[in-house]
Each structure stands twice: as structure tokens, then as C-alpha cells.
T-cell receptor, first 115, second 111 residues
Framework: ETGVTQTPRHLVMGMTNKKSLKCEQHLGHNAMYWYKQSAKKPLELMFV???????ENNSVPSRFSPECPNSSHLFLHLHTLQPEDSALYLC??????????????FGDGTRLSIL | AQSVAQPEDQVNVAEGNPLTVKCTYSVSGNPYLFWYVQYPNRGLQFLLK??????LVKGSYGFEAEFNKSQTSFHLKKPSALVSDSALYFCAVVDTDKLIFGTGTRLQVFP
């Protein structure tokens, strides 16, 4: 599925670096999401945006900073990360975050490794 | 809070045999339930959902799931497994506006 595109696919960074993850959706959806996927753990919802407005922030450390400049693009800015932040970061979109019966569409993720 | 449990970390099945991946839920009210599949190095793909109506839900790639209210279960099934079905499967339930995922079950189909 190419409806949601994430770049880069892989990222290795040191703890003092600053980097950004990018997500773009071509589905005309109004809601976008960031999830963290770690081995043997359920997906963790990090942020939700609806029409560029943040509607959910699940107690995520401030070293993760989201940005949604328009309804098609979502960024996750990373700064001073910790080794436990190594994970697969997934972006998703849906038609409307309040329509819970509609499925979310996921990108292929960015595999992040913190040295 | 709503939650789902996937009691099996891994399920092994021979190609051509039927498969079942288990999911139980804990919700108040009527649940919205989903199954997603994750192939290696890919994101999650939607398979099927139960919102209301018929307890047997049909989805993509020949998969189906049976909603059982008395047993609070939503097991994923397929009559004849393929090697290409080998992947990680996630059950999820809606809690207010959020999807709550299970820990995932790895399905391994052997030739």
C-alpha cells in the first residue's frame, strides 16, 4: 500500500543528534497518527492530529516533538534521544479520528536505532 | 478501559491446514474490533473489522473472524493456510477515539 509514505526507512543516530521523521498521506484523510512499536509490546499511540491540530498527546517525552503543517504531512522531530527510544515508528492516517469504526492506514515505518 | 489480549505469542500451522489466531477483549458496551497484519519490514495492514451485525466477518486474503459476545472473543480464522500468510497479527479494540492493540501473534506457516 502506497497511501502513506514514511521517510527515511532506517535511521541511526547518536544521542546528541537532531533528526526528523517524515510522513505523507495521499488518501485525503483528516487525521494522522504517530505510533511507537517495540518488540513484544503493544503499539503505543504517541500523537494524534486532526486537520493540523493536535488532539492527543500521550505523555510522550519532550525529546519527541511533532509537527503537522497541513493535513497531508506529519513530522516527528527527534532530539537528545535515549537508547530505549530505539524502535519502529509508524505513521497512520484515517478519515476522521472521531469515526472509530473506520480503519487506520499505516506507512511502512522508520526503524530508528540510537547509539 | 478497553483492552484486548492475544494469549499466544506464536502459532505454527502446516500449509493447507486451517488456522486460528486468538483474541479476547474486555470492554464496556458494544466493542469495535479490528484485525491487522504486519508483514516483515512493512507497516500494519487492515484485514477486517466488527462493528455490529453478523457475528462472522469476512476480510482480505481469505481471512474471517468470529465475534462471540458470551466468550468475549474475536478469533481470526482461515480455512486453508498459505506460507505467504506468515506474518505478525494484531487484534485491536476502540477505546473512545483510540485504537488499543494487543501484543501481537506471530503466525508461522510451514510448507
Amino acid at each position: 500500500e502506497t497511501g502513506v509514505t514514511q521517510t527515511p526507512r532506517h535511521l541511526v543516530m547518536g544521542m546528541t543528534n537532531k533528526k526528523s521523521l517524515k510522513c505523507e498521506q495521499h488518501l485525503g484523510h483528516n487525521a494522522m497518527y504517530w505510533y511507537k512499536q517495540s518488540a513484544k509490546k503493544p503499539l503505543e499511540l504517541m500523537f494524534v492530529y486532526s486537520l493540523e491540530e493536535r488532539v492527543e498527546n500521550n505523555s510522550v517525552p519532550s525529546r519527541f516533538s511533532p509537527e503537522c503543517p497541513n493535513s497531508s504531512h506529519l513530522f516527528l522531530h527527534l532530539h537528545t534521544l535515549q537508547p530505549e527510544d530505539s524502535a519502529l515508528y509508524l505513521c497512520a492516517s484515517s478519515q476522521d479520528y472521531r469515526q472509530a469504526n473506520q480503519p487506520q492506514h499505516f506507512g511502512d515505518g522508520t526503524r530508528l536505532s540510537i547509539l | 478501559a478497553q483492552s484486548v489480549a492475544q494469549p499466544e505469542d506464536q502459532v505454527n500451522v502446516a500449509e493447507g491446514n486451517p488456522l486460528t489466531v486468538k483474541c479476547t477483549y474486555s470492554v464496556s458496551g458494544n466493542p469495535y474490533l479490528f484485525w491487522y497484519v504486519q508483514y516483515p519490514n512493512r507497516g500494519l495492514q487492515f484485514l477486517l473489522k466488527y462493528i455490529t451485525g453478523d457475528n462472522l466477518v469476512k476480510g482480505s486474503y481469505g481471512f474471517e473472524a468470529e465475534f462471540n459476545k458470551s466468550q468475549t472473543s474475536f478469533h481470526l480464522k482461515k480455512p486453508s493456510a498459505l506460507v505467504s500468510d506468515s506474518a505478525l497479527y494484531f487484534c485491536a479494540v476502540v477505546d473512545t477515539d483510540k485504537l488499543i492493540f494487543g501484543t501481537g501473534t506471530r503466525l508461522q506457516v510451514f510448507p
